[in-house]
């Protein structure tokens, strides 16, 4: 089946998106750490390890996320598939872990802290729930999986989009910041529910699929 072109259109933007954000999260390498506004650089240099350790989770998910929806990969280059997955599953395990910790490091407070964490733990059980249906070979399901784990990985692109709009708008950067720790991936997790609904593809995560002498079926 061909992929329509508002299809190719919106993976370009989701490739394009992730990259960029991506390779912008590089800075915290940097040894000036150029952009970065003070209630994140506190974050970095009270957890310095740990949050290193975050953002290189972070930014080769999603530098790998939009590669494993490429149905030309998927169908013509399985291996390659595979290793893209596992090295993504690894990231959201590295950066999911510590992201969880960096949370409560946070000097935006509380609701920041509540935001981030819940955050942290829905992108792992997300990612290990994609992993196991791959593993099972529920393929359908996995896919299911693994678009919420990747709106999740996502929350990074709407944070630094979103966090803009309050200094913008005349308000204080650390009430954005606080707003955008939910916005951030609740607005994709919202988008990727209608997404799936839309299409059919949530019924998927909940059918169960086995053969006869207990086996999980290939898709």
Known sequence: ?????????????????ATGIALFSLRFFLPDRPSVAPDILANLVEN????????????????????QFLASIRLNKPKVHRWIGRTY????????????????SSSAG??????????????????????RR???????????WMIRSFALTAAAITLRLGL????????????????????SW?????????????????????RPVSSPAGRPNPA
């Open 1 to 17: 089946m061909k992929t329509n072109w508002y299809g190719r259109a919106g993976w370009l933007i989701m490739m394009f998106l």
């Open 48 to 67: 310095p390890v740990t949050f290193l350790l975050h953002v290189a989770g972070g930014l080769t998910a999603l530098l790998l996320g939009p590669w």
């Open 89 to 104: 599953v690894l990231a959201v395990l590295i950066g999911g872990t510590t992201g969880f910790f960096v949370a409560f």
């Open 110 to 131: 509380p609701w920041a802290t509540a935001g981030f964490s819940i955050l942290a733990i829905l992108w792992l059980i997300t990612t290990w729930f994609g992993y």
């Open 134 to 144: 791959a593993v099972e070979r529920r393929f359908d399901a996995h896919r299911v």
């Open 164 to 183: 803009p709009v309050a200094p913008a708008l005349g308000y204080e950067f650390v009430s954005g910041y606080i707003v955008m720790s939910w916005a």
């Open 186 to 206: 609740l607005i994709n997790l919202g988008i990727a529910e209608w997404y799936l609904r839309a299409t059919g593809g949530r019924q998927a995560s909940l």
